[in-house]
């Protein structure tokens, strides 16, 4: 019997044959926390009584939840992790470094085959540069932190493959929050979700990301893709990995508990409506929802190719009278090319409001948290009730186009309007 | 595990982290048993007020799905709880209860209703249902899972061990 990307990443980390279904012990290539982690795994660190860390250049911190620090409650975190990790010899990316799914690719922490533990639900973004990535709470964290390994559970793989072409106006988040919406929040609990097709060989890297990035908002362990010479580029270019790259493929007779397709001219402008992400409907019928506050930017859709196209439909334009739109590029480097191609510069005189690279308000601590009653219509991946620090708020989910092109129109807008 | 009461969840399935504690506490207050103040807040305003130690949290499927945050965990631990009994658990929760030492448990849910005595006996894997004179079956807790709880988590199980025990 062949094997899945996810069987051959697992197998190597392990040193034995193994297949779904079997538990074992692996080791780590890389693992991290970010601010809002983090503490908890620094205290369930010294709760072990180890003095060292396993590898301290296979672990870093992010702050990027909650940067800068709105309250001295978070200012006290950021300083225990930035005080441990001057004593543990460990790499902290610090306030206006970004989004840690975007630096810790950016940083060359990444590579094909690499097994990766992140504290943070979205550490499955990576999948979409064959590694097996996948989010872990603080404890399994700091396990992870002490021992250089962690135990796995073999996931079962679904395979869905996307193939055509994507007319003009839909993006790849638009064919994720389609993907979630048909599948459900619990489709794919515990699988890797293995993504195939024309349509992703065609597409850019940054918006491979962003199906991956979602790959946990349908209960998966993680995303893969193969790797191709899109991602190699981005690693040997950006990441500036100079040792040796082994992309894995999966087999041709691997097994898949599911295997589902998608014909990419057939998706729509999509939006996912409050309070969950598979409550997904075309952007074309939800048009007229009137919003308060449009935000463009996380480690789902906050990447130059993302800023790029909300710049396509912005520039020259006004943001709607009365509504609030905030632009937070996901990483210092992002921020840095946004503003030499003049993105920036579009944004601030459309009336968008530029913040430090990081998560910005999409998990609801700063920068823009609703009122009551408010709507918002976000480039995030989530829309949970309270997301962005109001339960009595509601959260759209859509592509950076439609986003932006709701900000313009000051209601949920189909973004062919404005192309 | 002792009888107590149960606290059926509305909404049932798809019970997020957001939903057990809000991302507003989990930066604000980093005590476990303060941040427990504030369990399910957002969807049953007064739920710590109305929960005894050793009471039983009873949702449907997908239980715990969202972030990785372990606050969520802690506060269901902190605040008394017994166990969770849920139709399915999302991965990430499912991991993190069993690391702190929290127990989660997959069964039939549809026939515990509000305020019903239970009563979840690990060994026999069933859960009784006293007020309704009723057995329910639960599934089996992997092997290193059940260390974990009788360890009382994952970092006392490696303090103990000093590795993992795995298959034994």
Known sequence: M???????????????????????????????GQDGTSSLIIDSFRKSKKKKVFDPGKFCMVIDHSAPSPNTGVSEIHKKIRDFAKVTGVKVYDIGCGVCHVVIPEMGHVKPGSLILGADSHTCTYGALNSLSTGVGSTDLAIALISGKNWFKVPESVKIGI???????????????????????????????EFHGSTLKRMSLDARLTITNMAVEMGAKCGMMEADEKVLSFLRKTSKIRSKITPVTADKDAHYVKTVSYEASKIEPMVAKPHTVDNVTRAAA???????????????????????????????????????????????????????????????????????PGCGPCVGTHEGILA???????????????RMGNPNAYIYLASPATVAASAIEGRIADPRDHL | MKKGNSHVLKPFDNVNTDYIISGRYKFKISDMKELAKY???????????????????????NFGCGSSREQAPWAI???????????????????????????????????????????????????????????????????????FLRDGGVVEHFRKHGDFKIGQ
Do not use: W
């Not at chain 2, 969807?43 to 109305?50: C, D, E, L, V």
């Open chain 2, 39 to 61: 369990l399910f807040e957002d969807i049953s305003p007064g739920f710590y007020k109305k929960v005894r130690a050793g009471d039983y949290v009873v949702a449907g499927e």
């Open chain 1, 163 to 193: 193939n055509g072409s994507l007319k003009k106006g839909v993006y790849s988040k638009d064919i994720i929050l389609h993907i979630i919406g048909d599948l459900g929040s619990n489709g794919c609990t515990y699988n890797s979700v």
């Open chain 1, 372 to 386: 009551n009653g408010e709507v918002a219509i976000s480039s995030a991946n989530r829309n949970f009730k309270g």
């Open chain 2, 77 to 147: 631990k902190e605040a008394g709880i017994s166990a969770v009994l849920a139709k399915s658990f999302a991965r990430i929760f499912f991991r993190n209860a069993f690391n702190i030492g929290l127990c989660v448990v997959q069964c039939d849910t549809s026939k515990i209703k509000d305020g019903d005595a239970i009563e979840l006996d690990l060994d026999r894997e069933t859960v009784i249902n006293h007020s309704k004179k009723l057995k329910i079956k639960t599934m089996p807790i992997p092997g290193l899972m059940r260390r």
């Open chain 1, 2 to 32: 062949g094997k899945t990307i996810a069987e051959k990443i697992l197998s190597a980390h392990a040193g034995r044959d193994l297949a779904a279904g079997d538990i074992a012990i692996c080791k780590i290539d890389f693992c991290f």
């Open chain 1, 286 to 356: 939800a048009k007229n929802i009137k919003v308060n506050e449009a935000f463009i930017g996380t480690c789902t859709n906050g990447r130059l190719e993302d800023l790029k196209i909300a710049h396509s439909i912005l520039r020259g334009r006004k943001i709607h009278g009365g509504i609030r739109c905030i632009v937070a590029p996901a990483s210092a480097q992002i921020f840095k090319d946004a503003a030499n191609l003049g993105y920036i510069k579009t944004f601030i005189e459309a009336g968008c409001t530029v913040v430090a």
